[in-house]
């Protein structure tokens, strides 16, 4: 079976500090990958979106940046974090195609103080 | 005009009840919905996905799409408490390409004893 591994759950980080969110998938090949973050109390946003190796598109331009090095990997990161970066971080993938659902990671907590 | 809409809520429905939560999105192209849950502090869960119009029954779940009208429901029969949670709507445009899901913002529903 398919699992999605996403770390660290929480995280405080001062502003200007760098970050770098990792997530994994197993039991799958070559899945899309996908960055959300969720603000409090809002809605679901995309941030970057991976269809392979290499392969990002960002959704938003912001305060950060994503890398997928293997198949199964994708990394959220940033070089100076700002206040507004807190919120919750969800990594997800699903099949390759269209009009597939989507299956989330546990999520990231980040606070910026 | 937002492309995934959805009441925030709280719903409140007695124990037993059925919960009815309605979604109503913009892009007249879409394919594929999705409803997730989401508890408090948790990442988003898959519960249902419907294709075509007409009803979807999984459980105590049923999901409704209705193309012509761009609104998708869920509707939770017996409702417990273990059913209180986020109900997010997902949608799956036509534009924009790939497997790009646009969520509402959520509606937080509340079974009560």
């Known amino acids: 079976s398919q699992t999605i591994h996403q770390w660290p759950a929480t995280l405080v980080q001062p502003v200007g500090s760098p970050l770098s969110l990792e997530c994994t998938v197993e039991g799958t090949s070559n899945p899309n990958l996908y960055w959300y973050r969720q603000a409090a109390g809002r809605g679901l946003q995309l941030l970057f979106y991976?269809?392979?190796?290499?392969?990002i598109s960002s959704e938003v331009p912001q305060n950060l940046s994503a890398s997928r090095p293997q198949d199964r990997q994708f990394i959220l990161s940033s070089k100076k974090l700002l206040l507004s970066d807190s919120g919750f971080y969800l990594c997800a993938w699903s099949v390759v195609g269209s009009g597939y659902g989507y299956t989330f990671g546990s999520g990231t907590r980040l606070t910026v103080v | 005009q937002k492309e995934v809409e959805q009441n925030s809520g709280p719903l409140s429905v007695p124990e037993g009840a059925i919960a009815s939560l309605n979604c109503t999105y913009s892009?007249?192209?879409?394919?594929?919905f999705f409803w997730y849950r989401q508890y408090s502090g948790k990442s988003p869960e898959l519960i249902m996905s419907?294709?075509?119009?007409g009803d979807k029954e999984d459980g105590r779940f049923t999901a409704q799409l209705n193309k012509a009208s761009q609104y998708v429901s869920l509707l939770i029969r017996d409702s417990q408490p273990s059913d209180s949670a986020t109900y997010l709507c997902a949608v799956n445009p036509l534009t924009g390409g790939g497997n790009k899901l646009t969520f509402g913002t959520g509606t937080q529903l509340k079974v009560e004893l």
């Open positions: 892009d007249r192209g879409s394919q594929s």
């Open positions: 419907i294709y075509s119009n």
């Open positions: 991976s269809v392979g190796i290499g392969q």
